[in-house]
């Protein structure tokens, strides 16, 4: 199974194609889409949504996993970060996509194997787990963190049935 | 000049589409797209986005206006409201349309003249303006405000284009 993870902001949404082989987990290809923060919201967000239908048609994923956000106190940023994530959600949609979504504790869960490791050991995990030397960018490891997380949680439940539970 | 309003929400978004005949202003259509609340995120913000396109196709308007939202002080709502103000833009410039973007305050002043009005002034004012008895839902009434607001911008800014200032 392919799985597209998506890590949304409002200047860069990264992103971090893997594919699961049985128990194993293959990397397939990671990056980000910056936005030009001085344009107009609505340019912006079309670039996310552009963004991401080029990157679904590319590598036609299956599934796409996205990440529930870290709660600004700040309202107003809160508000921005929901046009980009609604927008990366309605490109999934539209190309006819499942969206999962996971908390960062899932995330941490899934990756380090302990819900309050921090983002270091996150993404050095992620390098580890896809025999990466480097990501180059630290949205696109936070992407593939949240595709791992999918395809663990779908391990799980793949067990979980298995054995009758 | 044919123009959508939206009074984006997560719950129910509000549109109208006016039309502008010299500086007079005239209905075409009110309504909103309802949701399913208990629906997941990402089905809610397809039926956003399936409606504001269905719209637009139906009614073919020639430019967007949407208002700024209001702030809520709580983090979580307003990030919920962004998803679908970011999804009801999505689908505007998705559209090739261009979208504007218009505060309750330059809403109120256009409608009204005051921008300190309440909300039942500026829902009387827009049935006066438009002539409309009745308006069914709130957030279509809102739209039309959003919608009006614009007209009155434009027939402002080409009066002071006129005049060379």
Chains 1, 2 share one sequence.
Do not use: W
Not at 68 to 82: D, E, M, R, S, Y
């Amino acid at each position: 199974m392919r799985i597209l993870g998506i890590d949304p902001g409002s200047r860069t949404t990264g992103y971090g194609i893997i594919e699961t082989q049985g128990n194993r987990l293959r990397h397939i290809d990671n990056g980000i889409i910056a936005t030009n923060t001085t344009a107009p919201l609505a340019t912006r967000l079309k670039t996310i949504h552009d963004g991401v239908t080029r990157i679904i048609a590319e590598f036609a994923p299956e599934v796409v996993a996205i990440e529930q956000v870290f709660l600004a106190k700040n309202p107003q940023a809160a508000l921005v970060l929901g046009h980009a994530r609604g927008t990366a959600m309605v490109a999934a949609v539209n190309a006819g996509l499942p969206v999962h979504e996971y908390s960062a504790l899932q995330v941490k869960s899934a990756v380090v194997g302990y819900g309050r490791a921090d983002k270091a050991q996150v993404q050095q995990m992620v390098k580890a787990l896809l025999n990466l030397p480097e990501i180059a960018q630290e949205d696109a490891a936070d992407a593939l963190g949240v595709a791992i997380c999918h395809a663990h949680s779908r391990t799980l439940n793949q067990a979980l049935t298995r054995t009758g539970r």
